[in-house]
């Protein structure tokens, strides 16, 4: 049976991408969602455009269903490339930094989404994280 996120785990991820957040002063939404894509704990931060609450969310899913960071699911679906189209999929995906698995042993176990700032911010603060994943489930 694969890990599973558990929710104190996501708490964790969750409060280091907003106290990163705070610390770079830019106000963001960040979503953790487990391997299926579904939402586990989401934060808005006060100042944070409210569409991006989508975004986040929708960040987080794309990179827990797809496996790989949102920025690699954007390289592989440009023009000519062997993913292109695939953000009309599954709902709507996203094809831009922000979104990134979290892996616990190999195995991916949820995914971070971020947005708010710029692509570059989104990313910081989604490693910050992302990072911030225990090794073990439910270690805080």
Known sequence: ????????????????ALAKAEEIGQPMNVAVV???????????QDGAILASVDIAI??????????MTTADVGAAAAPGA??????????GLVIF?????LVRRRDVVGA????AGSVEQDTTVAEAGAE????RAGRR
């Open 1 to 16: 049976m694969a890990p599973r996120l558990a929710l104190a785990d996501a708490q964790q991820v969750l409060d280091a």
């Open 34 to 44: 487990d391997d299926g894509g579904h939402l586990l704990a989401f934060g808005r």
């Open 58 to 67: 929708r960040k987080a899913r794309t990179a827990a269903l797809l496996k």
């Open 82 to 91: 062997p993913l292109y189209g695939i953000e009309v999929t599954n709902g």
């Open 97 to 101: 930094g922000g979104g990134i698995p």
């Open 112 to 115: 971070i989404g971020v947005s």
């Open 132 to 135: 911030a994943l225990p090794k």
